[in-house]
């Protein structure tokens, strides 16, 4: 799925309530490690498989073939009054599958069984490396983190990176996208014992959390 049909399903759910629901149920198969590499910043890479169950919005919204569209989309999407929620929406709809997210966990030195993870989502168009800019960058997020004590949890979004990149206008939604982070929150214990979670959500990704 190209950038081009992910921004607009998400630009467009920013937008209106009607397309920002809330997930309904979540579930979980058996963790699968299929890259494991360590880093500069003590990082394990993996994927995760989730099992979701969320409510999405039926669009009558085709994909973008091009820039020209996608800019006249935008326009349509963000000008004063624009009526383009009510035009495109259909219904309610469902999306049960399952995906693969790509994530990564940075463990620091002498981490303690009641420490601080920080759980991060990027926003609408990044990846998981907008917390880790840079090596020894002021601007490093994830190092930061670490300096702190701190572990932090990255990943990339559905449709984004590498993680699954399903229909980019019927399935990547507020609400699958929410159902993701759900699922990977839930999944934490299992992958090391702390004592608090700490969501960091960026622009589009706040409202995930």
């Not at 069984?113 to 960058?137: A, L, M, P, Q, R």
């Not at 699954?164 to 929150?185: C, Y």
Request: contains cysteine; hydrophobic residues 40%; glycine residues 8%.
């Amino acid at each position: 799925m190209s950038i081009p049909q992910i921004f607009s399903i998400k630009m467009l759910s920013l937008l209106s309530p009607k397309v920002s629901l809330t997930a309904l149920a979540v579930g979980f198969s058996v963790f699968v490690s299929n890259t494991v590499a360590k880093t500069s910043l003590n990082c394990t890479e993996f994927f995760v498989p989730v099992n979701i169950s969320a409510q999405t919005v039926e669009l009558n919204l085709g994909n973008p073939h091009n820039q020209s569209e996608l800019t006249s989309l935008v326009t349509h999407m963000t000008y004063l009054n624009s009526t383009i929620v009510d035009e495109v929406t259909v219904g309610p709809s469902m999306v049960n599958a399952i995906y693969n997210i790509w994530s990564q966990l940075c463990i620091p030195d002498g981490f303690e069984e009641d420490g601080v993870i920080e759980f991060t989502i990027h926003g609408s168009t990044e990846n998981h490396t907008y917390f880790n800019f840079g090596k020894e960058s002021p601007f490093n997020y994830a190092e930061a983190a670490l300096k702190a004590g701190h572990a932090i949890f990255t990943y990339d979004g559905l449709g984004v990176g590498n993680s699954d990149k399903p229909d980019g206008i019927q399935e990547v939604q507020i609400g699958t996208e929410t159902a993701v982070a759900i699922a990977l929150v839930k999944k934490l214990p299992s992958l090391l014992s702390f004592g608090k979670v700490v969501g960091v959500g960026h622009a589009h990704g706040r409202y995930d959390n």
